[in-house]
């Protein structure tokens, strides 16, 4: 089993970049699948981008392609999310995610662990 910890939310202006890590307080993720999702007030949850156990496939939504970018480092047991060319509708909770089954795909109800969220707020 392992805990998720999401970090590096905060308020920016649009057009600015944030980067967004997830590690584990308890436990390794170096053999799952790991996403990314995002939730706006009063909207579901929907995902941004995935990554699979070995970092060889990537996936994201197309609202967000050629913006984010995700990767890791599995020796440090972390994933991060670049958000480049931030606009206001990337407003939203963003939560880290965990796959067993080692693939990171887009349906929230594959993922088995979750973080608690961190908060990403884009300025107009």
């Known amino acids: 089993q392992v805990q998720l910890d999401e970090s590096g939310g905060g308020l920016v202006q649009a057009g600015g970049s944030l980067r967004l890590s997830c590690g584990s307080s308890?436990?390794?993720?170096?053999?799952?699948?790991m996403g990314w999702f995002r939730q706006a007030p009063g909207k579901e949850r929907e995902f941004v981008a995935g990554?699979?156990?070995?970092?060889?496939?990537?996936y994201y939504a197309d609202s967000v392609k050629g913006r984010f970018s995700i990767s890791r480092d599995n020796a440090k047991s972390t994933v991060d999310l670049q958000m480049n060319r931030l606009k206001p509708e990337d407003t939203a909770v963003y939560y880290c995610?965990?796959?067993?089954?080692?693939?990171?795909?887009?349906?929230?109800?594959?993922?088995?662990?979750w973080g608690h969220g961190t908060q990403v707020t884009v300025s107009s």
């Open positions: 308890r436990g390794t993720f170096s053999r799952y699948g």
């Open positions: 990554i699979s156990w070995s970092g060889g496939s990537t």
């Open positions: 995610a965990a796959d067993r089954n080692g693939i990171g795909p887009k349906t929230a109800i594959s993922y088995d662990y």
